[in-house]
């Protein structure tokens, strides 16, 4: 069974060669039949021409560059569509997903699952990160209709099967946990203790992780619109009731600029999924590609 491994890369000139290093080191016992695919995400540092270096001295090690940074989401629906295995691996490129874990994750998947995640700890995170995920966690899963457990991220072996199934939703906001649990199928789970980054530093800033985990809330459903069905005429009835008991002006200027608090704040949910159906009405490419690696040789030789 030949797999393939999907790895995104943004600025990761460092980690490129030791990432290499890792993974054949991981898999030397496990299989030779398999092929990396690094999708540079428009790196502006020396990760291409890594890169091409590596894909010279060893072509199992392929690459995708696309024409600018189109965000990791992109990267990995890249990597997922070159990706030729019958079972395919999504890691990041700084050995926070330990590569070691792969051969247990294949031997798992091989007992008949279609997806096997590797589930961290948060031992090592920022306190102030982990309690706002876990948080978070608890308003996602109150909010959506598939089930994203924290710590259960991108670094997972899928089946054929599961990949295709991936690749046949086209929507353009993509929110890989939420989708790997719509999908559906079995799901085995292997855990591992958290590690710090090798090199570099996380691309995500605080802004980002607020964005995507607005993405998360809103892909799935319409749920966060219900509020304003339930909160007018609970509004309506306050109103109307406080019309009769409060008499001072500057309690009601404090009632209405409350109440405009939570119209804004309501019509921000509703343009969030105004401006998603645009983004899914222009139906632009997820990502374009610059320049890939030559084409395999067992390709080439089956082009007419
Ligand atoms: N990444 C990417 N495009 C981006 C940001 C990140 O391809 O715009 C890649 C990055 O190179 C790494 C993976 O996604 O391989 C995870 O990124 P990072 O380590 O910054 O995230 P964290 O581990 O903090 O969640
Ligand atoms: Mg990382």
Not at 53 to 65: G, M, Q, W
Not at 114 to 143: E, N
Request: charge should be neutral; include cysteine; proline fraction near 5%.
């Amino acid at each position: 069974m030949y797999l393939s491994m999907v790895v995104p890369c943004f600025n990761e000139e460092h980690g490129v060669q030791r990432l290499h290093d890792a993974l054949v080191a991981a898999l030397s016992g496990a299989t030779q039949d398999y092929e990396v695919i690094l999708v540079d995400d428009g790196s502006t540092d020396r990760t291409l021409d890594e890169a091409r270096r590596l894909n010279e001295h060893d072509p199992r090690f392929r690459y995708v560059s696309l024409s600018r940074n189109f965000g990791k989401e992109a990267a990995m629906l890249c990597g997922l569509r070159h990706a030729r295995g019958d079972r395919v691996a999504l890691l990041d490129a700084d050995l926070q997903h330990p590569p070691a874990l792969l051969p247990r994750m294949l031997v798992l998947l091989d007992t008949g699952y279609d997806q096997v995640v590797a589930r961290r700890s948060r031992s090592g995170d920022r306190a102030w990160r982990t309690a706002l995920s876990r948080a978070y966690y608890r308003l996602a899963r109150r909010c959506l209709d598939v089930r994203v457990q924290d710590g259960a991220g991108d670094f997972r072996v899928l089946s054929r099967r599961a990949v295709d199934a991936l690749l046949s939703l086209p929507e353009q906001h993509r929110f890989s946990k939420g989708l790997f649990a719509w999908i559906g199928f079995d799901t085995g789970c292997v855990t591992y203790r958290n590690v710090p980054r090798e090199t570099g530093d996380s691309r995500w800033r605080p802004s980002a992780l607020v964005d995507h985990g607005v993405d998360g809330l809103t892909s799935f459903n319409d749920h966060p619109l219900r509020p304003a069905l339930y909160l007018g005429p609970l509004v309506f009835g306050l109103g109307c009731a406080a019309a009769a008991i409060v008499g001072s002006p500057q309690r009601w200027a404090a009632a209405l600029l409350g109440c405009a608090g939570i119209e804004m704040f309501l019509l921000g949910v509703l343009g969030e999924y105004v401006g998603r159906t645009c983004a899914e009405v222009r139906q632009r490419p997820h990502y374009l590609v610059k320049e890939s690696s030559p084409a395999p040789v067992e390709l080439r030789a089956a082009e007419p």
